[in-house]
């Protein structure tokens, strides 16, 4: 049962006023609470802070309770997580253990050392420091990196810093007080060094972006056709709940829903080439075709959303493309360049 847990009125307000003196300005209570992101109660002691990547770029925020401390799974970006941690303090005085890294996503690691700032220490599986050496070399010995060039359009980068999370390896397991927790890296799927959070007894998954529920999978750094084999892993698991990166919580269908997306993108591309048609001119077509279609309109991106080409759906149809053939598609007039994650998210913002 999943069930939304508001802030009591009284503590909202008293935050608010709070946080409104701490930033000296003069913020109404009501105002400042109705922000407040949502914090929804999966099981007792296991929840997540509702992120928002349509208009903020944050993610979702697992929240595990274990041995009378808080673990959290995925970071967000600094102003995302202090919004966080407010909703979690609106229910839970409890310290803070660990931030779990679910992939090298700035929207799910910028916010590192806010966390690390307020006692969690960032941990994320060992193949992750690859990716995120190429995105921010300064972290390790090299110039300037993504975060630099975010700093101008992130604002709340200007007050935080990179920070690199603990490498442990897959299958690394926290074991405490009758509460169990593994980080688990299923495969190469949405990045390369992507993991999931896989609490076994309560039966809930928290999926970082390998699902999404909504039109939010962000595919540059992805390998679709293992993505899909990624999935059937995830629901071999058995989850009762999955936390998806982005969107709403819901039961293992999430899963299969976002399988079935990237199937019928593949099967409408495959579908293209052995009809002999110039697949890029088809992808405004197929896009309306899988937009027409109630189990797969939900994934399509959705042009009114700030982020929405970085979402873009020519950019998964290219992708699978690429891998079923090989080939790489002209670009078709008109249509941004493909985004490489995450160093063009900035261009992309001034471009749509
Ligand atoms: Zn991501
Ligand atoms: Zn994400």
């Not at 109660?41 to 595990?64: F, K, M």
């Not at 810093?161 to 190469?188: D, N």
């Not at 991106?301 to 080409?309: K, M, P, Q, R």
Request: glycine letters at 10%.
């Amino acid at each position: 049962m999943i069930v939304v847990m508001h802030a009591h009125a009284s503590r909202s307000a008293f935050l608010a006023a709070l946080a409104g003196a701490a930033a000296g300005i003069a913020v109404p209570a009501r105002a400042r609470a109705a922000a407040l992101p949502e914090m929804i109660a999966l099981a007792p002691g296991v929840s997540y802070v509702r992120g928002d990547i349509e208009n903020a770029l944050t993610c979702n925020t697992g929240v595990i309770e274990s041995a009378g401390r808080l673990s959290l799974v995925d970071a967000a970006v600094p102003d995302g997580a202090a919004a966080a941690l407010q909703a979690i303090r609106a229910h839970s005085a409890l310290p803070l253990a660990r931030v779990i890294d679910t992939h090298y996503h700035l929207d799910h690691t910028y916010g590192n050392a806010f966390w690390n700032d307020h006692g969690a220490e960032p941990i994320a599986v060992e193949g992750l420091a690859a990716e995120l050496a190429s995105a921010e070399p300064e972290l390790f010995g090299g110039g300037p990196g993504l975060w630099q060039k975010m700093s101008s359009s992130l604002a709340s980068l200007k007050s935080s810093r990179p920070l690199a999370p603990r490498y442990a390896p897959s299958g690394t397991t926290f074991e405490a007080a009758g509460r169990a927790f593994s980080l688990i890296h299923p495969g190469v799927a949405h990045t390369r060094s992507d993991a999931v959070v896989w609490l076994p007894k309560e039966r809930i998954l928290f999926t970082g972006d390998l699902v999404a529920n909504g039109p939010y999978n962000a595919v540059a750094d992805s390998t679709i056709g293992s993505w899909i084999g990624v999935l059937d892993r995830l629901r071999a698991l058995g989850p009762a709940i999955v936390v998806p990166g982005h969107g709403d919580a819901g039961g293992p269908e999430l899963i299969d829903r976002q399988q079935g997306y990237f199937r019928a993108v593949t099967a409408a591309v495959d579908a293209a080439v052995a009809a002999g048609k110039d697949v890029g001119a088809e992808i405004p077509a197929m896009r309306e075709r899988l937009r027409a279609d109630p189990a797969t309109a939900k994934y399509v991106n959705d042009h009114h959303l700030a982020y929405s080409a970085f979402f873009a759906f020519h950019d998964l149809a290219a992708k699978i493309y690429h891998e079923r053939t090989g080939k790489t598609l002209a670009r078709l007039p008109g249509l941004p360049p493909p985004a490489r994650c995450c160093g063009d998210l900035a261009r992309y913002r001034s471009a749509t």
